[in-house]
């Protein structure tokens, strides 16, 4: 219940009473083939957070006893990690106002507001040479010298100065035994699995053609206190990591790289991304997402439950309808009965801007595809990973082969004289050189 005005353009946060938020649940109701069209409409709400709470409730319902409970939040106020305790704050005021009472919650440890002033604390100013933000700012003014300002994987449509932000996902699935071998490949090279999927999306980004200096933002829940824990409330910061396949190393090497750097990131992980940008001031374009414009995440927040009295009820997640990246891509585990490994479910937002949708989905299919092929060859070199289907190479090769006709013996020549020679064979056409 805060809203930010602002005196004299600076913006300050305003805490409403409970009587002032005038947060209200309509009731709107529709029919089944419209739920998905009014989902999308509700998620594309935007927040006026001088003068209106970040949160907004609807109700869609469809029959006497099927509903859907829309809730928007702005990211301002919460994160992923928030929609458990969300969730289990909703569950309590549910079950108290249906026995007539009202919601008699545990106090919490700390609030949001003690949370901000231990950072604070925390960091310490930053004209102060022995304050730990100093230190951080170091480390990643150092760490991220010389990272190009844009990623250079190809796109199918060149980026627009004024971009739509725009976005759509594809889907994509590790089966149960991928699962399980990743993970063993993760404990053998002691890494986390996180790090065992950065390595591969990294490696195929640079075989697609990103270059050999590899930056993959990675979002990180920032709740480094237990305290923290059954908060709602905005924790999560990015970080930047690098991975450097100038030398063609292993897969292993590469591994063993991230690993470190990925450890040494963590342990600056307290300095805001913002102020980051501010400090580094990379070159800003509204193009492009400063220093990193592709994430990896990998969900492992507890999966959401709704114990509501008298009533069967799931949670659904209609997803983003913009983004300001342009490839995230989202992954989760799913484990069997036993806690064994039944299978990862993978995500990839995407800018549509940039990329079409079969190219999306081919990029999942060779992401799938390198997992793979690390998992039985880990001693492979990246430059050796191969990211074409049996049906892209058996295509190539038939083109190369030209239906057996010999390939005569190369002679030198020059592009122009190449077009000099094709110009005379077709005295009406118009050749452009770019």
Request: proline share 7%; with cysteine.
């Amino acid at each position: 219940r805060t809203v930010f005005p602002d005196l004299d353009g600076e913006p300050y946060q305003h805490i409403l009473t409970p009587t002032e938020t005038h947060l209200t649940l309509p009731v709107e109701p529709v029919t089944e083939d419209a739920v998905a069209s009014r989902l999308a409409a509700c998620v594309r709400h935007g927040f006026e957070l001088d003068s209106e709470i970040p949160l907004t409730a609807r109700l869609l319902s469809l029959k006497p006893r099927e509903a859907v409970l829309v809730l928007v939040m702005h990211h301002i106020a919460a994160d992923g990690w928030s929609m458990t305790p969300l969730a289990a704050d909703l569950a309590t005021a549910y079950a108290a106002r249906r026995g007539g009472e009202g919601p008699d919650w545990s106090p919490l440890p700390v609030q949001y507001a003690d949370y901000s002033v231990w950072q604070h604390e925390l960091l310490g100013e930053d004209t102060d040479p022995d304050s730990l933000q100093r230190r951080q700012a170091a480390y990643w003014t150092d760490h991220l010298s010389g990272l190009p300002d844009v990623v250079s994987l190809p796109t199918d449509r060149p980026r627009s100065a004024n971009p739509s932000y725009r976005s759509d996902t594809v889907s994509f699935a590790l089966d149960a035994s991928m699962h399980a071998a990743l993970r063993e490949l993760a404990r053998a090279a002691d890494t986390t699995l996180f790090m065992v999927l950065h390595a591969g999306l990294a490696a195929l980004l640079s075989r697609l053609g990103a270059g050999r200096d590899i930056a993959v933002g990675s979002p990180i829940a920032g709740r480094i206190d237990e305290g923290l824990d059954d908060l709602v409330g905005f924790f999560v910061n990015t970080l930047v990591i690098r991975a450097d396949v100038t030398s063609d190393p292993t897969f292993g090497e590469l591994l063993t790289q991230i690993r470190e750097t990925s450890l040494a990131a963590y342990s600056h992980q307290d300095i805001p991304f913002e102020y980051l940008v501010e400090r580094l001031n990379p070159q800003r374009s509204p193009g492009h997402h400063p220093l990193v414009q592709i994430m990896l995440a990998l969900q492992n927040s507890t999966d959401l439950a709704f114990e509501l009295p008298g009533i069967r009820a799931e949670f659904e997640n209609p997803g983003v309808s913009g983004s300001q990246f342009d490839l995230t891509v989202n992954m989760g585990e799913t484990f069997d009965e036993d806690g064994n490994p039944a299978g990862m479910s993978g995500l990839i937002e995407y800018a549509t801007d940039l990329y079409d949708v079969g190219t999306v989905e081919l990029f999942g299919a060779r992401l799938v595809r390198m997992f793979g092929e690390v998992i039985a060859r880990p001693e492979v070199r990246v430059g050796g990973l191969d990211v074409l289907s049996g049906g892209e190479r058996e295509r190539l090769l038939g083109w190369s082969a030209a239906d057996g006709v010999p390939v005569p013996v190369p002679v030198p020549v020059t592009l122009a004289g190449l077009f000099a020679g094709r110009v005379r064979e077709c005295p009406d056409a118009v050749a452009v050189v770019c």
